[in-house]
């Protein structure tokens, strides 16, 4: 810990004051994982000795663990008592489990312990349908290691936090991470603050207020009384200054930097976050869309189904695969992962408004009216903009009626990147609705500014009519400038 006056609620007024405190480098946690204790068919028996060996390589790969290797913890086979294991290795945590094999499928249950009370401070259970070794090192052990990864974090902040903060982190990190837009009503935010009220020097926290303030800037409107791009501007400033080291940071650093358009940082800072943690899964998520949208849809839709295999309640992951695999036609993973999003309270307005802006560029007026149905029962502002955009394509108003909507959610964003999204729904409707050349001004209006989205550019239906109207090619050469700087910083 740091000592200095408390850094959090991040306020208007201590937006631009500078915060004198600084970074402690933290010692590198040593964590020993036990070989896996096998049950099953004694011709399955190798699997508990492949998933630990599997484990321990994943788990030596993040930045500030400190993992022995299995020729040193294979002694501990049978001597499971943590203290003794932590003592004769120098480590602060101990993983032991089971590996449990029946039929097609295998379980795996791991625990995580301090290694100096002895005590179980976190357990997980993760079941995978195949007892295929390689199988199972490919889909299970990368989730397994991220989930230790966070718990190890934490345990290094566990004695000196106060238990209602933990609780508080956890809670806004669930919602942050689960839902798809974060909570607009600031919700993780709001819980994030009164965390680092009681315990201000909790890095985690510190970082993850970072991510959150970028949340409700890119989906909030314009507060008079609070400026949410400083407070977030000033949130990351304070994570890169205090938790640096924190993969969440490194993931805010890039959220914000692709707003300002500077594409090297943002690239910079994805490639740290990963080397911090490898499976970072939202991260790996955000990286994902970026690669779908600016060009590089082959490697992003992979990312983001690696994205949800570890986290499975990062079901927001599945939101660009959805829009993606639609844009490419691929109709059966735009279904598998629609299934799953609107089968989630928290996805099912986004879900929906993506569900009608598909019907509408397969031309499908069924599927719109009764998306369209379904979304008008959500009072989200969103909800109610593309329920007009599918009134529209279904003829029962006129397109050029809701421009004034439109324009004004655009005066009320501070986002670049959002207004850009605004632009395209825009454009879309216009162009469906025979006003092509209305729908190429806001194309325009997003290609000057913030839109990364080629995918959508080259294969979107709805903007088929502006393809062929002058200034269209100029927009499109602006956006792919933008999408070669963003790959080319990766490899600077």
């Known amino acids: 810990m740091t000592g200095g006056h408390t850094p959090a609620p991040l306020t208007s007024a201590s937006a631009t004051r500078h915060t004198p405190r600084t970074s402690t480098p933290v010692p590198k946690q040593g964590v020993a994982i036990l070989p896996l204790r096998f049950q099953g068919p004694r011709d399955s028996e190798y699997l508990g000795d492949s998933l630990t060996e599997a484990l321990i390589d994943q788990l030596s790969r993040v930045r500030g663990l400190r993992v022995p290797g299995t020729g040193v913890t294979a002694r501990f086979r049978n001597e499971r008592d943590p203290r003794t294991v932590g003592h004769e290795l120098g480590v602060e945590l101990v993983v032991e489990g089971t590996v449990q094999s029946a039929g097609p499928s295998v379980r795996v249950s791991v625990r995580l312990l301090e290694a100096q009370s002895g005590t179980q401070v976190w357990s997980g259970r993760f079941e995978y349908a195949s007892t295929d070794a390689f199988e199972l090192q490919d889909r299970l052990v990368p989730r397994i290691a991220e989930e230790l990864r966070g718990e190890a974090v934490l345990s290094a902040w566990r004695a000196s936090t106060p238990t209602e903060a933990l609780a508080l982190y956890r809670q806004a990190n669930s919602l942050l991470h689960g839902a798809f837009r974060g909570g607009r ?75 300002l358009d500077d594409w090297h940082t943002a690239v910079t800072s994805l490639r740290t976050a990963l080397d911090i943690a490898p499976c970072h899964a939202p991260t790996l998520q955000y990286l994902g869309s970026l690669q779908c949208e600016a060009g590089r849809a082959d490697e992003g839709l992979v990312r983001l189904r690696l994205a949800y295999d570890l986290s499975p309640t990062l079901v927001s992951s599945l939101f660009e695969l959805a829009r993606c695999s639609a844009l490419r036609g691929q109709m059966e993973d735009y279904r598998w992962a629609m299934e799953r999003l609107t089968a ?149």
């Open 344 to 492: 989630s309270p928290l996805h099912r307005t986004a879900a929906e408004s993506l569900r009608v802006r598909v019907a509408g560029w397969t031309r499908n007026m069924e599927e719109l009216r009764r998306s369209k149905a379904v979304a008008a029962t959500d009072p989200d502002y969103i909800a109610t903009m593309v329920g007009r955009y599918a009134s529209a394509v279904l003829g029962e108003v006129d397109v050029l009626e809701l421009i004034p909507m439109f324009d004004e959610a655009l005066s009320q964003t501070n986002s670049p990147r959002f207004a850009s999204l605004l632009c395209q729904l825009t454009a879309e409707v216009m162009g469906l609705c025979g006003q092509p050349e209305v729908g190429l001004k806001y194309f325009r209006r997003a290609a000057e500014t913030a839109l990364i989205d080629l995918e959508w550019i080259d294969r979107c239906p709805a903007i088929e009519p502006l393809r062929s109207l002058p200034g269209f090619a100029e927009g499109r050469l602006q956006v792919r400038a933008r999408v070669e700087a963003i790959w080319h910083a990766s490899v600077a």
């Open 185 to 259: 009503d600031g919700g993780p935010l709001l819980l994030l603050e009164s965390c680092l009220e009681q315990a201000p020097d909790f890095l985690p926290a510190v970082a993850l207020h970072a991510i959150a303030s970028l949340r409700a800037l890119f989906m909030g409107v314009k507060d008079p009384q609070r400026d949410s791009a400083a407070l977030a501007r000033a949130s990351v400033e304070r994570a890169l200054r205090l938790a640096p080291e924190q993969a969440d940071t490194q993931l805010a650093r890039a959220m914000l930097a692709a707003q």
